[in-house]
């Protein structure tokens, strides 16, 4: 079955970078677009941006521009969402979800479990 | 920027239908989806295009879409319903998520 694991929670200081990982498994890794959100607590759901892991080109959310990078790793089947500069707004569960095979439209499903990243001095 | 728009909060009584909207400017011109989230869980797709529902996901949800308005119907709600849902749909090259509506079975 698809499915998508990411990396364990990490606390990270002010100023400092957290790099989350996702695997996927169950489908072949190059022909989906994966997406990344955050969920602060009690909040909704807040899109990130997309890989596309066969070319690794990627569009982010204004939001974030300057400060998140996707990255892929097609041997291992594992994308990464690197966000630099952090604030204690950025604390959130971070979590990767398959998109469709085409940039823009399509589906999103399944999600990861979700990467909470703490961000404290 | 593109905007969803849902209630907070919608309540239902066991065995009966809830209704619960997402609006935004031309929606109905767009593709909606909707996703459900328990607490502690992540988010699962019970909509895509507007009214179809994944393998898995029961007949009672079901969605429409028209206008500046999609909604998302779920027929002899059951507490096991009881969640967050979000809608969604792309603006462009983006992907936007409404607010968010807790769903009460009470």
């Known amino acids: 079955q698809v499915q998508l694991v990411q990396s364990g929670a990490e606390v990270k200081k002010p100023g400092a970078s957290v790099k989350v990982s996702c695997t996927a498994s169950?489908?072949?890794?190059?022909?989906?677009?994966i997406h990344w959100m955050r969920q602060a607590p009690g909040q909704g759901l807040e899109w990130m941006g997309i890989?596309?892991?066969?070319?690794?080109?990627?569009t982010y959310a204004q939001k974030f521009q300057g400060r998140v990078t996707m990255t892929r790793d097609t041997s291992t089947s594992t994308v990464y969402m690197e966000l630099s500069s952090l604030k204690s707004d950025d604390t959130a569960v971070y979590s990767c979800?398959?998109?469709?095979?085409?940039?823009?439209?399509?589906?999103?499903?399944?999600w990861g479990q979700g990467t909470l990243v703490t961000v404290s001095s | 920027s593109y905007e969803l728009t849902q209630p907070p909060s919608v309540s239902v009584s066991p065995g009966q239908t809830a209704s619960i909207t997402c609006s935004g400017d031309k929606l109905g011109h767009k593709y909606a989806s909707w996703f459900q989230q328990r607490p502690g869980q992540s988010p699962v797709l019970v909509i895509y295009?507007?009214?179809k529902r994944p393998s898995g996901i029961p007949e009672r949800f079901s969605g429409s879409n028209s206008g500046n308005t999609a909604t998302l119907t779920i027929s002899g709600t059951q507490a096991m319903d009881e969640a967050d849902y979000y809608c969604?749909?792309?603006?462009?090259?983006?992907?936007?998520f409404g607010g968010g509506t807790k769903l009460t079975v009470l």
């Open positions: 979800a398959r998109g469709g095979t085409v940039p823009a439209g399509g589906w999103i499903d399944p």
């Open positions: 969604q749909a792309w603006d462009r090259s983006t992907v936007v």
């Open positions: 890989i596309n892991p066969s070319g690794g080109n990627t």
């Open positions: 169950g489908y072949t890794f190059i022909k989906y677009y």
């Open positions: 295009q507007d009214n």
